[in-house]
């Protein structure tokens, strides 16, 4: 891979361990409005440009997806025939986000909807062949699964020896050896698909096999009343939470869920609002460290249906009790999973391969574990719990740069059965097999590691204090929803000096910077990193530029990320 060019950037590395490229091309302002038609040329974009404005109008036909006009068919079918219809969920926040919008849209419509969401623990990820098998003898004839489906071959079999045919709307990884005897199989990831750039999460599909089978309905004059733009918060909660790119049919959906967020949620994302005490406009970011935690927290804890009930609630008195129980679960999981990363790491010190199991650790947080673990030490990890039969369900996370789906792939002689897409996945090692799924895991991670670009921090520019103005901080929101696959606009700081620095509550500290051209009020999250950033030293800030919502009044703050700096003087 060819390396970034930093021409015209400091060489050094930044306090986190990195090193500075420009994200398009070199970009210097000293004033807000060069620093914004800069920003626009360089990105090859203009004030009217469309990815400003996301529209509905703008999402692709729902039959560009492999298999969609057959699904959308037979949905359309059993809603006109009165079939009772199955819906099989999953555990996780895309899962149960995907199962809430088809049970409530479907139901709407008058089909006759049931829903199951497996347990973590008990039963795993996949659709349950038992649940296949209860559905069928209790006369369905139609199931659903959403964000699974795709490697789970017995379960299809299941369905087909039952008399049920069985629609698969999924986005993970389908296995090397094809596909399984599914009624249709709408998954972006098929090899002869690739609808929407292969970027929708389980819920984004299940949006569109909706989307498909109102247009077929409307063709035959019996288009449900159901507006599926009330869908769009939990389309868009999934979607963040999976964190898929924000580009593109992405970008649509959630910036119009986000809308919905923010001026009329669902009973049960705004119960979930309300006790997050998120100040300001709900964003991305609300999502990802308000909301999908607590919806993940009840099929981590103990079971997703509460999760499910909280998404289907119909007012506030049916909302509220549901979202305080997934508030308490999620505080319980915080703990927990302390524990065991704090076990793991333990563990592994000085471990090659960053793969380790318990019988006592709990199955809700192997995979969050996973993660604190990729993150520290910038390489996927694998963390799993032994199930009473003897094997163990391990969870995966990874890396930039690193693909888990195919690190799963390369271990799959010693799974029984096994998930995944580019950042996580999951399998059940078999018993007696775990040294060999090491070895194998360890040797998957040095072979993609190869292929992996050295960490670079992408710079958009370089701002002189000057330009810290209300107006470029207004305009660069037009950016938003930002995340995964379109990142905040980034900028590296001209030299100031720290004039002042006060530690806040939960580990923020506030900085008072001054230097030529004015000042700048910073604010560093999770600060355990930013020592060196005290009264006196010489900086060069790294971060973004936002409006100040707790101050008010057109006040902006620069939210440091990294820093390089320069040297230190006296202070006054």
């Known amino acids: 891979m060819t390396e970034p060019r930093p ?51 703008d999402l692709p036909d729902p039959f560009g997806m492999r298999d969609m006009e057959r699904a959308a068919k037979r949905l359309a079918a059993a809603i006109e025939d009165g079939e009772p219809v199955h819906v099989f969920g999953d555990f996780d926040c895309d899962g149960v986000c995907g199962a809430a919008i088809l049970v409530e849209a479907l139901t709407a419509a008058g089909a006759r909807v049931s829903c199951s969401i497996p347990h973590r623990a008990d039963d795993g990820h996949g659709i349950g062949e038992a649940e296949v098998r209860r559905a069928a003898a209790g006369g369905v004839r139609l199931g659903l699964s959403v964000d699974t489906g795709t490697t789970c071959f017995t379960a299809c079999e299941a369905a087909r020896a039952g008399g ?87 970008r649509i959906l959630v910036a119009h869920g986000l809308r919905m967020l923010n001026a009329n949620p669902s009973p049960g994302m705004g119960a979930l609002l309300g006790l997050s005490r998120a100040r300001g406009p709900v964003t991305v970011e609300t ?13 981590r804890m103990a079971h997703g249906d509460a999760a499910l009930g909280l998404l289907l609630a119909k007012d506030e008195a049916e909302a509220a009790p549901l979202a305080a129980e997934l508030d308490a679960a999620n505080r319980e999981r915080r703990q927990v999973e302390a524990r065991v990363f704090k076990e793991a790491e333990a563990r592994l010190a000085g471990a090659p391969v960053l793969a380790a199991y318990d019988a006592g650790w709990h199955p809700g947080v192997v995979g969050l574990a996973a993660g604190r673990l990729a993150r520290r030490h910038g390489r996927p990890a694998a963390v799993g719990f032994e199930a009473p039969d003897g094997t163990v369900r391990v969870s995966l996370r990874g ?157 902006v703050q620069f939210v440091v990320e990294d820093a390089l700096l320069e040297s230190e003087r006296a202070s006054p």
Not at 23 to 42: E, F, I, K, S, T
Request: hydrophobic share 45%; with cysteine.
């Open 7 to 57: 021409a015209g950037l400091p060489e050094r590395e930044t306090l986190r361990g990195q090193r500075l490229a420009w994200r398009n091309g070199p970009l210097m302002a000293d004033d807000p409005r060069a620093a914004w038609d800069g920003l626009l040329a360089a990105r090859g974009l203009s004030e009217a440009d469309p990815f400003f404005a996301p529209r509905l109008a």
């Open 164 to 250: 049920m045919d069985l629609i698969v709307t999924d986005h993970h990884l389908p296995d090397a050896s094809g596909l399984p005897s599914a009624h249709a199989l709408l998954n972006p990831a098929r090899e002869d698909c690739g609808f929407a750039g292969r970027q929708l999460c389980g819920t984004g599909v299940a949006f569109f096999l909706l989307m498909a089978t109102w247009k077929t309905l409307g063709e035959r004059s019996r288009r449900p009343a159901f507006d599926l733009r009330r869908l769009l918060d939990r389309v868009a909660v999934a979607t963040v939470a999976d964190v898929m790119d924000l580009v593109d049919v992405n």
């Open 287 to 299: 999502i990802g460290f308000q909301i999908a935690p607590r919806i993940n927290a009840a099929g």
């Open 399 to 555: 890396r930039p740069g690193f693909h888990v789906g195919r690190l799963l792939d390369a271990c799959a002689a010693h799974l029984d059965g096994h998930g995944g897409h580019a950042g996580a996945g999951g399998g059940t090692v078999r018993a007696g097999r775990w040294e060999a799924f090491v070895a194998d895991f360890g040797a998957a991670v040095e072979a993609q590691a190869r292929h992996v670009a050295a960490p670079w921090r992408l710079v958009d520019g370089v701002l002189g204090l000057g330009a810290l103005h209300p107006g470029l901080a207004a305009r660069l929101q037009r950016f938003e929803p930002t995340g995964q696959g379109n990142p905040p606009c980034c900028w590296l700081l001209a030299e100031g000096v720290i004039a002042a620095r006060r530690e806040m509550k939960g580990g923020v500290v506030r900085l008072d910077v001054e230097g030529d051209g004015g000042g700048a009020r910073a604010v560093v999250f999770q600060a355990g990193w930013a020592d060196a950033l005290r009264p006196g030293a010489r900086a060069r800030l790294i971060g973004r530029l936002e409006p100040d919502d707790w101050r008010g009044g057109g006040a």
